[in-house]
């Protein structure tokens, strides 16, 4: 019996491993040590310590702090608004979908799916038409002359539906697989129990896709941190920036096209990045923890 | 009972179809609208169906070669997303290979250390990955799209799932009959994780398609860029919708690829996520 040769594994798993270290070990490591020092992308960082982060948490007289203050709130109005939609409707369609007399679901579910495959700045398009003022749809189905894009609360519910819109598909899927996987005796024995349809659901189908729905929700909420495209092609920020996210001041900082401020948009990425860490620790203890009990 | 199945049904079918309405009409709102003139869609609003059908809107799009070159675009998609599937469907399947299939010291720790890795969050590395990318000088080439996604750990985690499921007495056979790990993997193992790999090479391939912050990054010359980096542009080429036509009909192109793909590998499209859920669940 011939075993592999000392040098074999290397040969498997190393080109990975130099992949991995140029483009998520080191960029990681450099994105914390940036966030120390006045880097602008160019030249050589030189180490400031804290200043950056004094900066955008406790300077109320910079631009640099109002910025990640209304970056950061913008970004959690989002993720507070887009979350819970993008787990209740799908979860809601997968509930409807295996109903046992319910027919045409691959329809239903190819019809539902596909706006997932629309790439974010197709979609972005084709809905800026829809809410248009004059030429829109929306406004000319109920007769409105709301600026949607230009007026808050609507520029976030312009936002929130071409999200929920292009977000629900995979949400779906899942959910139906785990809601397939659940056992049929569970439901009768519930239904021997004079069960009804909603105590069936609260009881046997949401306690047995416990683990789809804490993937989906750590997933989705991570995905929703990183929002940039939805606000960026809908609404550019706007109103007044009251939708400007974090991720498009972070981009705006690093990339824009007077001297970069990657420092600085390297902390804000920082905190951006833990606060996403605790929210997701807090999301997966808190799911774990009811679904045992 | 049997009146409360049947009310219950209704309820499902009524929620279904406007859901399933709502998530149609935008669609074929733009594909309508591709096809109408500009003076008719200011004069007459929106309707269901043109007036006139027309044709010039795409016409006027191929035409535009040089501010917003669309066809140059869903080429250079095409190629990026392409080449990006065959390469992550080479390193996820070898890689995975290597951490389920041989046998080294602190295998399973090495694992696990890069996925543990991999979960920080990665809006931390975009920066310094622009620059690596730039001494790397792939800035505007279709390289900083193709490459750096390669390193994820995601479907690495997936092969290697998928590979435990396969009995470790087809390669101790093989390995007995004098067959080298290269000869086992391209024989024995790629053969048989062929649905794995067509789940992840198909969800890499919408996933660099719809790519939209990276891209719009490291893209600045209008003829490199991919097609979700060209539509930001085409707010501004054919903006403040004097051209509406023109600029519903590049959304419907850019959509048209993935759209393909879906109808042609619907089943994989699903059963890939029962998979990734058996795994989780």
């Known amino acids: ?293 | 009972m049997f009146e409360k199945i049947k009310v219950s049904k209704y309820l499902a079918y009524l929620f279904l179809i406007i859901v399933s309405a709502i998530w149609a009409i935008p669609v074929l709102f733009g594909i309508v609208t591709s096809f109408r003139s500009q003076t008719e869609v200011v004069n007459e609003g929106f309707r269901l169906l043109p007036v006139n059908w027309i044709v010039e809107n795409y016409v006027n799009i191929l035409e535009n070669t040089s501010t917003a070159p669309i066809m140059q675009w869903l080429w250079n998609s095409i190629f990026i997303a392409t080449m990006h599937t065959l390469l992550v469907v080479v390193v996820i399947s070898i890689t995975g290979y290597g951490y389920s299939r041989m046998k080294f010291k602190g295998r399973d720790l090495l694992f696990f250390t890069l996925l543990g890795i991999s979960f920080f969050p990665n809006v931390v590395n975009l920066i310094p990955s622009y620059k690596i990318i730039d001494i790397l000088g792939w800035v505007n080439t279709p390289w900083a799209m193709i490459v750096p996604g390669l390193a994820g750990m995601g479907n690495i985690f997936l092969v290697r799932q998928f590979m435990k499921g396969i009995p470790m007495e087809l390669d101790e056979s093989a390995r007995v009959d004098g067959a080298s790990d290269f000869k086992i993997f391209s024989r024995i193992i790629l053969p048989l994780i062929r649905p794995v790999l067509i789940v992840c090479g198909l969800f890499s391939f919408t996933g660099s398609w719809n790519d939209f912050l990276w891209p719009v990054i490291v893209y600045t010359d209008v003829n490199k860029m991919p097609v979700t980096a060209g539509l930001l542009l085409l707010q501004d080429v054919y903006g403040n919708y004097r051209m509406i036509g023109q600029l519903m009909g590049s959304a419907i192109l850019a959509i048209i690829p993935t759209l393909l793909l879906f109808f042609f590998a619907q089943k994989y499209f699903v059963s890939a996520i029962n998979l990734n859920s058996g795994i989780k669940g």
Request: charged share 10%; aromatic share 12%; no cysteine.
């Open chain 1, 1 to 293: 019996m011939k075993e592999h040769g000392k040098f074999a594994p290397l040969f498997f798993v190393g080109p990975h491993i130099i992949l991995f270290i140029v483009f998520i070990l080191i960029p990681s490591i450099y994105g914390i040590y940036a966030s120390f020092t006045n880097w602008n992308l160019v030249g050589s960082p030189e180490w400031v310590g804290l200043d950056n982060y004094k900066t955008i948490l406790a300077n109320s007289d910079s631009t640099f702090y109002s910025q990640f203050f209304n970056g950061m709130k913008n970004t959690l109005i989002f993720v507070g608004l887009s979350v819970p939609l993008m787990i209740v409707i799908p979860l809601m369609i997968a509930v409807a979908l295996e109903h046992k007399e319910v027919k045409f679901t691959s329809l239903f579910q190819t019809l539902i799916y596909i706006p997932g495959l629309v790439s974010i700045s197709a979609a972005a398009l084709i809905w800026s038409l829809i809410f248009n003022k004059q030429l829109g749809v929306v406004n000319n189905m109920f007769g409105s002359e709301q600026v949607w894009t230009a007026t808050q609360p609507y520029a976030w519910i312009t936002i929130i539906i071409i999200t929920v819109w292009a977000g629900i598909g995979g949400n779906m899927i899942i959910y139906r697989a785990g809601i397939n996987g659940v056992s049929k005796d569970l439901y009768e024995s519930a239904e021997i129990d004079g069960a009804g349809p909603i105590r069936k659901f609260w009881n046997v189908t949401l306690p047995s896709i416990k683990f789809p729905l804490i993937y989906t929700m750590v997933m989705t909420t991570a995905g929703a941190f990183n929002v940039f495209a939805q606000p960026l092609m809908m609404t550019d920020g706007g109103p007044r920036q009251s939708t400007t996210v974090l991720m498009m001041y972070i981009r705006d900082l690093a990339f824009s096209h007077g001297e970069s401020i990657a420092g600085v948009a390297s902390a804000m990425a920082v905190m951006l990045g833990l606060v996403l860490l605790v929210i997701s620790a807090i999301q997966y203890y808190i799911m774990n923890k009811n679904a045992t009990t």
